[in-house]
Every structure is written in C-alpha cells, then in structure tokens.
Nanobody, 129 residues
Framework: VQLQASGGGLVQAGGSLKLICTAS????????MGWFRQAPGKEREFVAA?????????????HYAPFVKGRFTISGDVAKNTVYLQMRSLKPDDTAIYYC??????????????????WGQGTQVTVSS
C-alpha cells in the first residue's frame, strides 16, 4: 500500500486549501483514513479521521481535533481509496507538514499515530499572516 498526498501550498490567513490523499493497493472499505500534521519542533498531532463501515462513513465515525473543528472537513471516496481534507479559515498556526494515514483494519477513527499502518509522504501547508 502506498499513500500519495497532494494539495498543500502557500496561502494567506483566512484562505482555503484542499488536501487529497489516495491509497494505491489495499481495501479500506472497513478501515480508517485520516490526517495528522507536524509543525517544526513539534510532535506529529491528530487533525481528523473517519472510518468506513462497508464503504460508508457515518457521522459518528468522523472525529476532529478541537483546534480544527468547524474549519476543516474530512471526507472520502471509498471507490477511489481517497481521503480529502477541506481546510477553510486557515491561520498561521496551521502551518505544518500534513500527513495522511490509513489502516485497512482499523475499525474506528483513532487519533494516535501508532494506530495507522500506512503513511503518505506529507504535503507542506504554509499560512502567511
């Protein structure tokens, strides 16, 4: 399984970006996919995740970190093995490398890095003030 992330870039505060991550190989119809981020000098932290149940995402299976709730929306397309992160109202504190993560056997949207078996290469998001 390989994860390919894209969509990062430079944006002004208040702007928007949409991150995309596609998994090649693997069956995630009952697994989980999510996003984490890592700012310089800081540990990797949870952003958002969801898990699929026979290819469907239930509202109760989607979770966000408190600092992004209301600004970011995670979604997915199980047929394409793809997860999206729509980011709005971006702040300079959102500047980080964003990593997508996936696990075909994780039955819930966990927020810890050690729960996910597969990781993308990261995409840089820079928010200027």
């Amino acid at each position: 399984v390989q994860l390919q992330a894209s969509g990062g870039g430079l944006v002004q505060a208040g702007g928007s970006l949409k991150l995309i991550c596609t998994a090649s190989g693997g069956d995630f119809a009952n697994g989980a996919m999510g996003w984490f981020r890592q700012a310089p000098g800081k540990e990797r932290e949870f952003v958002a995740a969801f898990n699929w149940d026979d290819g469907r995402v239930h509202a109760t299976s989607t979770h966000y970190a408190p600092f992004v709730k209301g600004r970011f929306t995670i979604s997915g397309d199980v047929a394409k093995n793809t997860v999206y992160l729509q980011m709005r109202s971006l702040k300079p504190d959102d500047t980080a490398i964003y990593y997508c993560a996936a696990d075909p056997d994780l039955g819930y949207s966990g927020g810890y890095t050690n729960l996910y078996a597969y990781w993308g290469q990261g995409t840089q998001v820079t928010v200027s003030s």
